[in-house]
């Protein structure tokens, strides 16, 4: 179910979020309107968490993460790690990763089984990340754009890309992918993808300039609409109980 | 990997556009046209309306602040100017196209329809059309009101006089100036006693055909002005200005006595001398020497002198016997034969001249020739009088005369004829000098015939009306000298293109 909103009137609601199977990540705004929007839709599923990263409030492009783990900049402060490592659940693995390329949102897309990096990681923070996020991770460019964590979002179910991009990248992404992509926009044209929206398994939060033929490719390519949260906590929560015990 | 770089080729895929859904190629808006059409509007902001003053008696458009543009409607200096209007609004677009779209005439509206592109939303270029929309107020421009006011306003005049008994000069000037339509900004031509006068509107043309009659005539002039109104506060002035042209007296086939300093100026050229041909430069030529000279205007203005006899005094003489005494002579682009002649007076058979003549190459026994009468003639000249030992010939043959062979054409139409400028005449003037007048004009008309160097400055046009008439093949050996047809012009009729064939077959 694709929800429209704003944070404090800007329609970049993945620069303000970061929304991942297990948690959700939310910025401190001036009003509560935007974490309540969270709070509405995930309370009962998944932990809803404020939290600023670096003293900033850009925390969806500056931290990375899936189920298994977030990793955080090097500028984030000792107080917010410990913040975050307190609030996520246990088997989410907190790591704060020294990368020259700080803002992580923007250089790694992930899901729960495979990652897309910028091309110029270090080789120590790819393998942290095979390492931390659990997944296999790829060096791709997005219709010519090193920064592929701003020009697609991706879940485990499906991904929307840079409208630029050509037919035989799409096909070639979704080969390494392993999920069907579209190419599209979101907030009324704009071409990155990331900062517009924020998306899980069964859920994904648009602004709100957001046009109903773009939440129409949404819904369908990330397979919204026959989605239900608990159906896909439940199963987590069964592989989870398996392993415990 | 082979070694050269293997390129993926790339198609573009197709995304849907972001507001209406429909399939596109992706583009920096990401929105389909139509869409980005409705969402924006490069041409908010432009103006839609227009208002233009057209004056109605020219036909002309206001150019602020003051100058007026004459043009058709649906022409290209028209669109420029609409176009032109607009300035300041196309200075935030780009324009690609602009047209007209057709009105009514009687509208008083001009509707032009502009195409114009504009980059919207990051990075798109968007093209739109739009009309827009000319009022036109009618507002006399300031020339034609002027003219409204006083039709007969003249600004600059050029007074043309040359102090002379006869006409021959303006009939000539008349039609030098048509054939390079020197006059055509003359407002008004008027013919005066001795001379005409020009008005015009502007002082730069009433120069200007100064100008050109310094260098068809040896002319010299003085210009004057008079004040007509003054704007104290604008510090401007209205004048009239006056030009005053006097051509020199001097003639063509004129006898000269030349005064003693200019005859030694001259390199000692025989004080009786001839002028043969009048330009801006007047060539003289002694007949008995057959020595040819040119004098500037400047030059003959310093010593004005007048001539002795004119071509009005000119008598016929009877040729009775030709001696040619040297062989011919080119002078001066001119064939000349020295001879000596017997000839005598038609008039007076008694008495017989022996004289020297440099037309020995066109007189034959049995011819008539004009020539000046000295003998006969009663001079009452101050230079005359300055030679103390001076022999002056008794008779200086100027031309053949063609008198006899003329009688038998009397009252034939010629083949070609000549256009006039639109002149006022002297109404004060009676009946004889209109006789005068048309005499004189038909004397012209034969001395163009005579001489093929005359036409050659001139445009002499196809009459129409003239049939060939069965007594031309009734003739003597020896024609009377005409234009030959191939140096004739056809007339315009409808003012189109000339067909003109103005080959000189000389």
Same mark, same amino acid.
Request: hydrophobic share 35%; with cysteine; aromatic share 6%.
């Given at each position: 179910?694709?929800?429209?909103?704003?944070?404090?009137?800007?329609?970049?609601?993945?620069?303000?979020?970061?929304?991942?199977?297990?948690?959700?990540?939310?910025?401190?705004?001036?009003?509560?309107?935007?974490?309540?929007?969270?709070?509405?839709?995930?309370?009962?599923?998944?932990?809803?968490?404020?939290?600023?990263?670096?003293?900033?409030?850009?925390?969806?492009?500056?931290?990375?993460?899936?189920?298994?783990?977030?990793?955080?900049?090097?500028?984030?402060?000792?107080?917010?790690?410990?913040?975050?490592?307190?609030?996520?659940?246990?088997?989410?693995?907190?790591?704060?990763?020294?990368?020259?390329?700080?803002?992580?949102?923007?250089?790694?897309?992930?899901?729960?089984?495979?990652?897309?990096?910028?091309?110029?990681?270090?080789?120590?923070?790819?393998?942290?990340?095979?390492?931390?996020?659990?997944?296999?991770?790829?060096?791709?460019?997005?219709?010519?754009?090193?920064?592929?964590?701003?020009?697609?979002?991706?879940?485990?179910?499906?991904?929307?890309?840079?409208?630029?991009?050509?037919?035989?990248?799409?096909?070639?992404?979704?080969?390494?992918?392993?999920?069907?992509?579209?190419?599209?926009?979101?907030?009324?044209?704009?071409?990155?993808?990331?900062?517009?929206?924020?998306?899980?398994?069964?859920?994904?939060?648009?602004?709100?300039?957001?046009?109903?033929?773009?939440?129409?490719?949404?819904?369908?390519?990330?397979?919204?609409?026959?989605?239900?949260?608990?159906?896909?906590?439940?199963?987590?929560?069964?592989?989870?109980?398996?392993?415990?015990? | 990997?082979?070694?050269?770089?293997?390129?993926?080729?790339?198609?573009?895929?197709?995304?849907?556009?972001?507001?209406?859904?429909?399939?596109?190629?992706?583009?920096?808006?990401?929105?389909?046209?139509?869409?980005?059409?409705?969402?924006?509007?490069?041409?908010?902001?432009?103006?839609?309306?227009?208002?233009?003053m057209h004056c109605p008696e020219c036909d002309s458009y206001l150019q602020p602040p003051r100058t007026w543009l004459k043009a058709q409607?649906?022409?290209?200096e028209?669109?420029?100017y609409?176009?032109?209007?607009?300035?300041?609004?196309?200075?935030?677009?780009?324009?690609?196209?602009?047209?007209?779209?057709?009105?009514?005439?009687?509208?008083?509206?001009?509707?032009?329809?502009?195409?114009?592109?504009?980059?919207?939303?990051?990075?798109?270029?968007?093209?739109?059309?739009?009309?827009?929309?000319?009022?036109?107020?009618?507002h006399m421009c300031e020339s034609c009101t002027r003219f409204q006011a006083n039709p007969d306003q003249w600004v600059a005049s050029v007074q043309l006089r040359?102090?002379?008994?006869?006409?021959?000069?303006f009939?000539?000037l008349e039609?030098l100036i048509l054939k390079h339509d020197a006059a055509v900004h003359a407002i008004k031509i008027k013919q005066m006693?001795?001379g005409i006068d020009f008005f015009f509107a502007n002082k730069s043309h009433a120069s200007k055909f100064v100008e050109f009659l310094d260098k068809v005539a040896?002319t010299k002039r003085r210009e004057s002005k008079q004040l007509v109104s003054h704007d104290p506060?604008n510090n401007s002035y209205n004048y009239k200005y006056t030009f005053s042209v006097e051509i020199?007296?001097?003639?063509?086939?004129?006898?000269?006595?030349?005064?003693?300093?200019?005859?030694?100026?001259?390199?000692?050229?025989?004080?009786?001398?001839?002028?043969?041909?009048?330009?801006n430069?007047?060539?003289?030529?002694?007949?008995?020497?057959?020595?040819?000279?040119?004098?500037?205007?400047?030059?003959?203005?310093?010593?004005?002198?007048?001539?002795?006899?004119?071509?009005?005094?000119?008598?016929?003489?009877?040729?009775?016997?030709?001696?040619?005494?040297?062989?011919?002579?080119?002078?001066?682009?001119?064939?000349?034969?020295?001879?000596?002649?017997?000839?005598?007076?038609?008039?007076?058979?008694?008495?017989?001249?022996?004289?020297?003549?440099?037309?020995?190459?066109?007189?034959?026994?049995?011819?008539?020739?004009?020539?000046?009468?000295?003998?006969?003639?009663?001079?009452?000249?101050?230079?005359?009088?300055?030679?103390?030992?001076?022999?002056?010939?008794?008779?200086?043959?100027?031309?053949?005369?063609?008198?006899?062979?003329?009688?038998?054409?009397?009252?034939?139409?010629?083949?070609?004829?000549?256009k006039s400028l639109d002149m006022e005449?002297?109404?004060?003037?009676?009946?004889?000098?209109?006789?005068?007048?048309?005499?004189?004009?038909?004397?012209?008309?034969?001395?163009?015939?005579?001489?093929? #160097? *005359?036409?050659?400055? =001139?445009? %002499?046009?196809?009459?129409? &009306?003239?049939?060939? $008439?069965?007594?031309?093949?009734?003739?003597?050996?020896?024609?009377?000298?005409?234009?030959?047809?191939? #140096? *004739?012009?056809?007339? =315009?009729? %409808?003012s189109?293109?000339? &067909?003109?064939?103005? $080959?000189?077959?000389?």
């Open positions: 179910m694709a929800t429209r909103l704003q944070f404090e009137n800007s329609c970049d609601v993945g620069v303000f979020s970061k929304l991942t199977n297990a948690y959700c990540l939310v910025a401190i705004g001036g009003s509560e309107n935007f974490y309540s929007t969270f709070e509405s839709e995930l309370a009962d599923v998944i932990p809803v968490v404020k939290t600023s990263i670096a003293g900033t409030r850009i925390i969806g492009r500056l931290c990375a993460g899936n189920k298994n783990g977030l990793l955080v900049p090097h500028n984030t402060t000792d107080q917010e790690l410990q913040h975050l490592r307190n609030s996520l659940p246990d088997q989410v693995v907190v790591r704060r990763i020294e990368e020259k390329l700080s803002a992580l949102g923007n250089c790694i897309a992930c899901n729960d089984h495979v990652a897309l990096t910028h091309t110029d990681l270090d080789k120590e923070t790819e393998e942290i990340i095979a390492d931390v996020l659990g997944v296999e991770v790829f060096r791709q460019t997005i219709a010519g754009n090193i920064l592929v964590g701003s020009y697609c979002a991706f879940s485990n179910r499906g991904g929307l890309v840079h409208p630029h991009t050509s037919i035989e990248d799409l096909d070639e992404l979704s080969t390494l992918l392993q999920v069907p992509l579209v190419a599209g926009t979101i907030n009324r044209g704009s071409e990155v993808i990331a900062a517009g929206m924020t998306v899980n398994d069964w859920t994904a939060f648009c602004g709100s300039d957001t046009t109903a033929t773009e939440l129409s490719v949404i819904e369908s390519v990330f397979k919204l609409r026959e989605a239900q949260p608990s159906a896909i906590v439940d199963e987590m929560r069964k592989s989870l109980i398996d392993t415990c015990v | 990997m082979a070694a050269n770089m293997f390129v993926v080729p790339q198609t573009k895929g197709s995304v849907l556009c972001c507001k209406c859904g429909i399939l596109m190629a992706p583009n920096p808006a990401n929105m389909c046209v139509t869409c980005l059409r409705s969402e924006v509007d490069i041409t908010e902001g432009l103006r839609k309306h227009a208002t233009i409607l649906e022409s290209k028209l669109l420029t609409c176009v032109k209007r607009l300035e300041t609004d196309l200075k935030k677009v780009r324009l690609v196209n602009a047209e007209f779209i057709w009105t009514e005439p009687h509208s008083k509206r001009i509707k032009v329809k502009l195409k114009v592109q504009k980059e919207v939303l990051n990075g798109a270029i968007l093209e739109q059309s739009y009309v827009v929309e000319y009022v036109l107020q009618d040359q102090r002379v008994s006869h006409r021959r000069t009939f000539y039609q006693d001795q040896p506060k020199s007296p001097i003639c063509r086939e004129d006898l000269i006595c030349l005064p003693p300093r200019v005859a030694v100026s001259l390199g000692n050229l025989g004080p009786l001398v001839i002028c043969t041909k009048v330009t430069n007047i060539a003289l030529l002694d007949p008995l020497t057959l020595r040819q000279c040119f004098l500037d205007p400047d030059q003959y203005w310093r010593y004005s002198f007048k001539s002795l006899l004119g071509s009005r005094q000119l008598v016929e003489y009877d040729v009775f016997n030709v001696e040619v005494g040297s062989p011919e002579f080119n002078v001066g682009g001119s064939k000349y034969v020295m001879a000596d002649v017997e000839v005598a007076r038609v008039t007076d058979y008694g008495k017989l001249f022996y004289v020297r003549t440099h037309l020995g190459h066109i007189l034959k026994p049995g011819d008539r020739a004009l020539g000046y009468d000295p003998y006969g003639a009663n001079n009452n000249d101050n230079e005359l009088d300055k030679y103390q030992n001076l022999v002056i010939p008794e008779v200086i043959l100027i031309k053949k005369s063609y008198e006899e062979k003329r009688q038998k054409k009397r009252g034939e139409p010629r083949p070609w004829k000549l005449l002297d109404e004060s003037k009676g009946r004889g000098y209109e006789e005068k007048m048309n005499t004189e004009y038909e004397e012209f008309l034969r001395d163009l015939e005579e001489n093929p #160097e *005359l036409r050659f400055n =001139l445009s %002499l046009y196809r009459n129409k &009306d003239y049939q060939p $008439s069965e007594m031309a093949s009734v003739s003597d050996g020896d024609d009377v000298p005409s234009v030959p047809l191939e #140096e *004739l012009l056809a007339d =315009l009729e %409808l189109e293109e000339e &067909d003109g064939d103005d $080959s000189m077959k000389d």
